[in-house]
């Protein structure tokens, strides 16, 4: 339910936070602190007031990007990354073989960029995370309607299946 803090307005992450302290077990409470620390920034115990964080709200936070139907992964790159290493096939390659690779990869890349310029529609995500993203998006379009923090938490978190 942690990770659900990212669809919450940057304005609301006290309540939310506070919501989520009272509800988690002991057990969980090093990994919110962490949250809260790196992610929102702790208290200063004199001024009241939260410290600067290390992350940004406007880095990290998935409740603007979910309302304007921005992408929210870097599946993109991650998958890149898979296929060179799949072509490049060793740890340690040459200098000549991750060049070669490279031209390779870019090849195919471009022959991709021509067909999305000719018109051709890029290949749709799975199902299920096409799912996934349209139940989020719901919940997120109902946050105003929501009166129990925890509620919204709980709704986001269903939705991600953690591998």
């Not at 998935?62 to 890149?80: F, S």
């Not at 990354?81 to 072509?87: D, K, S």
């Not at 997120?140 to 938490?153: G, K, S, T």
Request: aromatic share 12%; with cysteine; proline share 6%.
């Amino acid at each position: 339910m942690i990770l659900a803090l990212a669809f919450v307005p940057p304005c609301d992450l006290d309540i939310y936070t506070e919501a989520l302290s009272d509800f988690l077990p002991e057990e969980l409470m090093p990994i919110l602190d962490w949250f809260e620390y790196n992610y929102i920034g702790i208290y200063n115990r004199r001024s009241r007031r939260r410290r600067p964080l290390l992350y940004p709200h406007d880095i990290w936070s998935q409740y603007e990007t979910t309302l304007k139907d921005e992408g929210r992964t870097n599946n993109h790159a991650e998958a890149a990354h898979r296929r060179i290493a799949f072509e490049l096939g060793a740890n340690h390659p040459t200098i000549w073989k991750f060049i070669e690779t490279l031209m390779k990869l870019q090849k195919g890349r471009d022959l991709n960029m021509e067909q999305l310029i000719t018109g051709h529609t890029p290949p749709l995500a799975l199902k299920k995370y096409r799912s996934a993203d349209e139940r989020i998006k719901k919940i997120v379009l109902e946050y105003n309607n929501e009166r129990d923090a925890l509620a919204y938490l709980k709704r986001i978190a269903h939705n991600y299946q953690m591998n």
